[in-house]
């Protein structure tokens, strides 16, 4: 039977998770550190990059070439200009301008030949002849001009005018021609190249640069990420934790309610056995109050542990039989009295705390005592709070040889503190001539529910 091998990572995604893995190890490692330890290490990156610029091979240079402007259109050859298609016409430039009886005529050619010698005009005798000027005297290195005149036109002032009109057409020209030259130099000296020296660790330090703000960037960014999953993290640790501790507590309220202590139930079917045969009258009151109490209290067991709490007035429906059975039991040794107003009959109070209450102060103060004594239960409202207090004239708190180990209280408090936080509180004290005072403080919350039967 063949087998289909699994399929492997490719190397790309290899790559990937490992690049992901270094970038949360990274960012992790930055936000361990303090930030005076980051600023240490940037500077001790921005000197070294700053070392490393000047050692080899970082060092090492290389030469660019920018080019810049449009190059000069090559002359063109010898060929091209015998062909006459781009070039000066061989020969020297220049102008012939000739004057006659039809007008003025000017032209160019190739090739000026020497001004000749204008004719002087005829002198007195006995006066030296004038000096001859040529058409060359103040010319300079550029076009000749050549100016004919018409016949019989060889005075002085005419000579004059043609040599001062002859001088500016030069310059004229010469200056134009300068104007091109440096127009022609000035568009090779544009295209010149220019030459730069680069060295090739001369990007570490905007890189490094940009390294260390990222890194600032990222300090702040995925420390309030961690921050945040830290907090969540601890919040589903703790709502956890409260709720198993909730699970314990309620576990044992429920034990306690889901079970009458056996001894109580043995001594009151004891009594009541007893009662039949000497005091019938007695035995139907304990009887009928036994049923109030389980009546009272087991059908609201699991009412109880769904809601976490019931009204003050389901607790003393619970109280008051419980009390009368012990009275029928303790006869003259135990009085008991409540003192609980109609109006808060309908406050939330957590199930089965007074009544345990009211267990310790009957089993460790009140019937240890060989006269007795009275326990009084009682509710007022207390700074906007609900006071539940019960108290005894017994024996005192731990003084009895039947003192508890004091789990009743601590599982109190412990079930309080899960219910109100520390919004509840339980205070123990000693009440004036011996006994116990207990009272129970929690928030007051009236509750719409109907009274029990």
Same mark, same amino acid.
């Given at each position: 039977?063949?087998?289909?091998?699994?399929?492997? !990572?490719?190397?790309?995604?290899?790559?990937?998770?490992?690049?992901?893995?270094?970038?949360? /190890?990274? =960012?992790?490692?930055?936000?361990?550190?303090?930030?005076?330890? %980051?600023?240490?290490?940037?500077?001790?990156? &921005?000197?070294?990059?700053?070392?490393?610029?000047?050692?080899?091979? %970082?060092?090492?240079?290389?030469?660019?070439?920018?080019?810049?402007?449009?190059? !000069?259109?090559?002359?063109?050859?010898?060929?091209?200009?015998?062909?006459?298609?781009?070039?000066?016409?061989?020969?020297?430039?220049?102008?012939?301008?000739?004057?006659? +009886?039809?007008?003025?005529?000017?032209?160019?050619?190739?090739? &000026?030949?020497?001004?000749?010698?204008?004719?002087?005009?005829?002198?007195?005798?006995?006066?030296?002849?004038?000096?001859?000027?040529?058409?060359? =005297?103040?010319?300079?290195?550029?076009?000749?001009?050549?100016?004919? #005149?018409?016949?019989?036109?060889?005075?002085?002032?005419?000579?004059? $005018?043609?040599?001062?009109?002859?001088? +500016?057409?030069? =310059?004229?020209?010469?200056?134009?021609?300068?104007?091109?030259?440096?127009? /022609?130099?000035?568009?090779?000296?544009?295209?010149?190249?220019?030459?730069?020296?680069?060295?090739?660790?001369?990007?570490?330090? !905007?890189?490094?640069?940009? %390294?260390?703000?990222?890194?600032?960037?990222? *300090?702040?960014?995925?420390?309030?990420?961690?921050?945040?999953?830290? *907090?969540?993290? @601890?919040?589903?640790?703790?709502?956890?934790?409260?709720?198993? *501790?909730?699970?314990?507590?309620? $576990?044992?309220?429920?034990?306690?309610?889901?079970?009458?202590?056996?001894? %109580?139930?043995?001594?009151?079917?004891?009594?009541?056995?007893? #009662?039949?045969?000497?005091?019938?009258?007695?035995?139907?009151?304990?009887?009928?109050?036994?049923?109030?109490?389980?009546? =009272?209290?087991?059908?609201?067991?699991? +009412?109880?542990? $769904?809601?976490?709490?019931?009204?003050?007035?389901?607790?003393?429906?619970?109280?008051?039989?419980?009390?009368?059975?012990?009275?029928?039991?303790?006869?003259?040794?135990? @009085?008991?009295?409540?003192?609980?107003?109609?109006?808060?009959?309908?406050?939330?109070?957590?199930?089965?705390?007074?009544?345990?209450?009211?267990?310790?102060?009957?089993?460790?103060?009140?019937?240890?005592?060989?006269?007795?004594?009275?326990?009084?239960?009682? $509710?007022?409202?207390?700074?906007?709070?609900?006071?539940?207090?019960?108290?005894?004239?017994?024996?005192?708190?731990?003084?009895?040889?039947?003192?508890?180990?004091?789990?009743?209280?601590?599982? &109190?408090?412990?079930?309080?503190?899960?219910?109100?936080?520390?919004?509840?509180?339980?205070?123990?004290?000693?009440?004036?001539?011996?006994?116990?005072?207990?009272?129970?403080?929690?928030?007051?919350?009236?509750?719409?529910?109907? @009274?029990?039967?």
């Amino acid at each position: 039977m063949n087998t289909t091998p699994a399929s492997q !990572p490719s190397p790309w995604s290899r790559f990937a998770n490992t690049c992901v893995t270094g970038f949360h /190890a990274y =960012a992790q490692w930055l936000v361990s550190i303090s930030w005076k330890r %980051f600023f240490v290490l940037a500077l001790a990156l &921005i000197i070294s990059m700053a070392i490393l610029h000047d050692i080899p091979p %970082f060092s090492f240079t290389y030469t660019e070439v920018i080019h810049s402007g449009t190059p !000069p259109t090559p002359a063109p050859s010898g060929r091209e200009q015998s062909k006459g298609k781009v070039g000066k016409p061989t020969g020297k430039e220049g102008i012939d301008i000739s004057v006659d +009886e039809k007008g003025v005529r000017i032209r160019t050619r190739p090739s &000026i030949p020497p001004i000749p010698p204008i004719p002087a005009p005829p002198q007195p005798p006995g006066a030296s002849a004038p000096t001859e000027p040529t058409a060359h =005297a103040d010319s300079k290195p550029g076009p000749e001009i050549n100016i004919k #005149l018409p016949p019989g036109a060889n005075t002085e002032e005419v000579r004059q $005018a043609i040599e001062e009109a002859r001088r +500016e057409v030069q =310059a004229a020209l010469e200056e134009l021609h300068q104007d091109a030259m440096d127009s /022609a130099e000035e568009a090779a000296g544009a295209w010149r190249p220019r030459l730069r020296t680069h060295k090739i660790g001369d990007p570490l330090m !905007p890189l490094t640069m940009w %390294f260390i703000l990222l890194s600032i960037i990222l *300090k702040i960014t995925y420390k309030g990420k961690v921050q945040a999953e830290a *907090k969540a993290a @601890q919040a589903t640790e703790v709502a956890e934790s409260e709720s198993l *501790k909730r699970q314990v507590v309620e $576990a044992r309220m429920a034990a306690m309610q889901a079970q009458v202590e056996p001894h %109580f139930l043995f001594n009151t079917l004891a009594s009541i056995d007893h #009662l039949i045969e000497t005091d019938p009258p007695r035995a139907s009151i304990m009887q009928k109050n036994l049923i109030a109490l389980l009546r =009272a209290s087991m059908p609201t067991m699991r +009412e109880a542990n $769904a809601q976490g709490t019931r009204d003050l007035g389901r607790e003393l429906a619970v109280i008051r039989p419980y009390l009368e059975i012990l009275k029928v039991r303790m006869e003259e040794r135990l @009085q008991t009295e409540v003192r609980v107003s109609d109006g808060l009959l309908s406050a939330e109070f957590p199930p089965m705390m007074l009544q345990s209450l009211v267990e310790n102060a009957i089993k460790h103060g009140l019937e240890p005592k060989a006269e007795g004594g009275s326990l009084t239960v009682s $509710a007022e409202i207390v700074h906007g709070k609900l006071a539940v207090t019960v108290a005894d004239t017994g024996l005192g708190f731990g003084k009895a040889a039947t003192a508890g180990t004091g789990i009743g209280l601590s599982n &109190i408090r412990e079930r309080l503190a899960l219910l109100y936080g520390n919004k509840a509180s339980v205070v123990v004290a000693e009440t004036p001539g011996g006994g116990t005072s207990v009272t129970i403080t929690v928030p007051y919350v009236a509750r719409a529910t109907d @009274q029990p039967e």
